[in-house]
C-alpha cells in the first residue's frame, strides 16, 4: 500500500510569488490535513478536509489556502509569499480524520527567498 | 484554545538509561492524547495513543505512556533506551470529535551508544 506522497520534495521560490503544493493520501483515506513545520514553532496546523470540505482551519493568514479533490487529493496554495513562509509543509492523511492515527508524508520543503 | 508543553528541547542519554518525557496539555475538554516519533531521515509515526480506558497505554518498541488526568499530563517513558531511539518526539492532543491536532514543539533525543 502506497503511503502519502507529496510534490514536490524540494521548492524555491521568491518573495510575492504564489505556490501550490499537491498530497495524494493512501487509498481509501477521505481525510487530509496539513501542517507547517519550522524549527522555532513547531508542527502547526493549517487545515483538515474530508470529502471536499474544509473541517476545520488553523491561525494562517488568508494568504495560506487549500482543496480537495473527489479522489481526496489535496493541495494547498500560498500566494504572496513571505521570507516567513519557509518552512516544510508536511500533508497526513486518515481514513475519517477524528482522533484517528495520522499517516504523514515526507513534506515539500518550501524557501522563500 | 488548546495548547502542548512539552519540558525539555533536547535530550541526552546513555544506551540502558531510562527515559521520561514531559508534556502538559491546556484543554477544557475530552481529550485524545499522542506520541508521534520523527526517526532521523524519516516520516512522523505515532508511537501510541490514548483515547480512553486505562490511563497507561503501551505503543511501539517499548514505549508507554500514562495519562494524568488531574495533572494535564501524558508523559512518554522507556524503561532503557537503545541507539536506535535517537529521534525527536512530539506530544500531541485533539478534543474529542475535533478535526485539528495540536502538537508540541518535540523533543530530540539523542542515545549515545
Known amino acids: 500500500k502506497a503511503g502519502v506522497t507529496q510534490t514536490p520534495r524540494y521548492l524555491i521560490k521568491t518573495r510575492g510569488q504564489q505556490v501550490t503544493l499537491s498530497c495524494s493520501p493512501i487509498?481509501?483515506?477521505?481525510?487530509v490535513s496539513w501542517y507547517q513545520q519550522t524549527p522555532g514553532q513547531g508542527l502547526q496546523f493549517l487545515f483538515e478536509y474530508f470529502s471536499e470540505t474544509q473541517r476545520n482551519k488553523g491561525n494562517f493568514p488568508g494568504r495560506f489556502s487549500g482543496r480537495q479533490f473527489s479522489n481526496s487529493r489535496s493541495e494547498m496554495n500560498v500566494s504572496t509569499l513571505e521570507l516567513g513562509d519557509s518552512a516544510l509543509y508536511l500533508c497526513a492523511s486518515s481514513l475519517t480524520g477524528v482522533g484517528e492515527k495520522l499517516f504523514f508524508g515526507s513534506g515539500t520543503q518550501l524557501s522563500v527567498l | 484554545a488548546q495548547s502542548v508543553s512539552q519540558h525539555n528541547h533536547h535530550v541526552i542519554l546513555s544506551e540502558a538509561a531510562s527515559l521520561e518525557l514531559g508534556c502538559n496539555y491546556s484543554y477544557g475538554g475530552t481529550v485524545n492524547l499522542f506520541w508521534y516519533v520523527q526517526y532521523p531521515g524519516q516520516h512522523l509515526q505515532l508511537l501510541l495513543k490514548y483515547f480512553s480506558g486505562d490511563p497507561l497505554v503501551k505503543g511501539i518498541k517499548g514505549f508507554e505512556a500514562e495519562f494524568i488526568k488531574s495533572k494535564f499530563s501524558f508523559n512518554l517513558r522507556k524503561p532503557s533506551v537503545q541507539w536506535s531511539d535517537t529521534a525527536e518526539y512530539f506530544c500531541a492532543v485533539s478534543g474529542a470529535g475535533s478535526y485539528q491536532l495540536t502538537f508540541g514543539k518535540g523533543t530530540k533525543l539523542s542515545v549515545i551508544p
Open positions: 487509498s481509501g483515506h477521505r481525510s
